[in-house]
C-alpha cells in the first residue's frame, strides 16, 4: 500500500459505520463524505470514496475478516459483558444455520435455501443465555448445513474459551448431527486437559431409522410414563462406538419414544403414531 494511500482502519470504520445504519451497498458511502459528523464520529481525515472503498473491501476482505472476528471477543472482554451459564453451570455455546430471505435479488451467492426461499444460509454461533455472537460466517443458501461447520466449531470454541473459564455447552441441530463435529469437540477438551471439558448436546437425525423397531426397544428396556391417556412416554439411553479417522468414539444417546392412540383432541387413532428422538451427550464415564 502506498504511503499516502488511505489506512485499513478507516475502510473499516467506515463500512461499519453503514452497517450500523442499515446500510450494505458500497454506494452508500457517497452520502457521508461530506457530512462532518460522519468523519469526526469515526476519527477520519478523510471518508473514503465508493471506489475506494469497493476496491479495498474487494481485495482484502479475507484478509479483514479475522480482525473483525477477533474484535468481538476483544470488545466482549472490554466492555466486561456479563455471561449467564444454565442452572447446571454449563455455559450455552449454540450454534445454527439461519436462512436469510433475499428473494428477488441477484447478489452473489443467493440461492435455494430448505426454508424454501431464496438467500443465503449463515452460521451463527451465539455464548451464554444473553446470546452474544461469536462468529456469522456468511454461506450460500445452498450449502449443506454440516459442510465447513467442523472448523467453524474450531474457530469458534477457542473465542469462546477466552471470554469464559466455565465449561461449554455446546448445542447443535440434527443438520450437524456427524461425528466429524464430535471429533472436533473430543480433540478441543484434548488439547488442555486441564481445563473444563467441552460437552455437548446434537439433536439426533434418524434418518431412515424404524420408529417400529425403537418402540419394540423401549418396551424391553425404557422406563413409561402416560402425561395422559392414550399418550406414552419412553425415555432411556443407548450407547455406540464409531470409529473417525482411526479413532475410536464412545457414544451416548438419550432417546425419547413417544406413542399416541389418542390425539391430543381426544380422537382416537386406528394406527398409533410413533415418534423418535434423540439428543448425542457426552457418555457419563468415559
Aim: aromatic share 8%; with cysteine.
Amino acid at each position: 500500500m502506498r504511503s499516502d494511500a488511505m489506512p485499513h482502519a478507516s475502510i473499516l470504520a467506515s463500512y461499519i459505520a453503514l452497517l450500523c445504519l442499515g446500510k450494505s451497498d458500497f454506494e452508500a458511502i457517497n452520502g457521508f463524505r461530506e457530512n462532518e459528523f460522519f468523519a469526526t464520529a469515526l476519527g477520519l481525515d478523510q471518508v473514503p470514496s465508493e471506489g475506494t472503498l469497493r476496491q479495498r473491501m474487494d481485495d482484502l476482505a479475507e484478509e479483514f475478516k479475522p480482525v473483525v472476528e477477533d474484535a468481538a471477543v476483544v470488545f466482549l472482554q472490554r466492555s466486561a459483558a456479563t455471561l449467564t451459564p444454565l442452572d447446571n453451570g454449563l455455559m450455552p455455546l449454540d450454534c445454527d444455520v439461519t436462512p436469510f430471505d433475499n428473494s428477488r435479488t441477484k447478489k452473489e451467492g443467493v440461492s435455494r435455501t430448505y426454508k424454501g426461499v431464496d438467500g443465503y444460509a449463515p452460521m451463527a454461533a451465539y455464548v451464554g443465555q444473553e446470546g452474544y455472537c461469536l462468529e456469522l460466517e456468511l454461506r450460500e443458501g445452498s450449502q449443506h448445513c454440516q459442510k465447513g461447520t467442523p472448523a467453524f466449531l474450531q474457530r469458534v470454541l477457542g473465542r469462546a474459551r477466552q471470554l469464559t473459564a466455565a465449561p461449554l455447552l455446546l448445542r447443535l441441530d440434527g443438520g450437524n448431527d456427524a461425528i466429524e463435529n464430535i471429533a472436533v469437540v473430543e480433540a478441543h477438551n484434548e488439547q488442555d486437559a486441564q481445563a473444563a471439558p467441552v460437552e455437548y448436546v446434537i439433536k439426533w437425525n434418524p434418518r431412515q431409522e424404524s420408529p417400529e423397531k425403537w418402540l419394540a426397544y423401549a418396551e424391553e428396556h425404557a422406563d413409561w410414563s402416560e402425561p395422559r391417556p392414550g399418550k406414552r412416554v419412553a425415555l432411556f439411553a443407548v450407547f455406540e462406538t464409531r470409529t473417525y479417522h482411526g479413532y475410536d468414539y464412545r457414544l451416548r444417546r438419550v432417546m425419547r419414544v413417544i406413542e399416541r392412540t389418542i390425539d391430543k383432541r381426544g380422537q382416537r387413532l386406528l394406527v398409533p403414531e410413533i415418534e423418535i428422538e434423540g439428543w448425542w451427550t457426552r457418555p457419563l464415564v468415559r
